[in-house]
């Protein structure tokens, strides 16, 4: 309930009256404890997020410039190279820039892919001790198991 200033009563209320009477003090115990069942009522309607939640909208945000990225340069690269059979080199080990012969063969084995195959056979690390073996030592291995494979054969069938 709005209070009337005492200078002048009829043009000006004063809607929050800053003495420590006990009226004033229940009217604010009354508004605060209204405010405070408000922001609890509205805290406990809404759902709150779950942490997977919340990882996806930071997933999202991250996506988002690479889409741009995808939508703005990637896709009217391809019209253009459609189109109008013009490349225009982006990632290094594209063909480079210049206009497209379209009737020059397709070859599978380019002279980039020969190179690339290379690097990856020099790159392969051996995947188990048998991959480094010289073939000697395989022959070897080989008919180590053999002779063990028949011994344990044998002491099955006799038993």
């Not at 405010?35 to 996506?63: D, I, K």
């Amino acid at each position: 309930m709005p209070m009337y200033n005492d200078k002048n009563s009829s043009l000006f209320f004063n809607w929050r009256p800053n003495d420590n009477g006990a009226l004033t003090n229940i009217r604010y115990r009354l508004e605060a404890s209204k405010w405070a069942n408000a922001v609890n009522s509205a805290q406990t309607r809404l759902p709150r997020g779950t942490f997977m939640g919340e990882l996806n909208n930071v997933g999202m945000f991250l996506s988002l410039p690479l889409v741009l990225i995808f939508l703005i340069l990637l896709i009217p690269i391809q019209i253009i190279k459609g189109l109008f059979g013009f490349n225009i080199k982006v990632f290094p080990g594209d063909e480079p820039t210049g206009w497209i012969d379209k009737n020059a063969p397709i070859v599978p084995d380019s002279p980039r892919l020969k190179y690339l195959k290379e690097q990856a056979a020099k790159n392969r690390k051996p995947t188990c001790e048998y991959d480094s073996m010289s073939q000697e030592d395989k022959m070897k291995l080989v008919n180590f198991v053999k002779a063990e494979t028949a011994k344990s054969k044998a002491r099955a069938q006799s038993k």
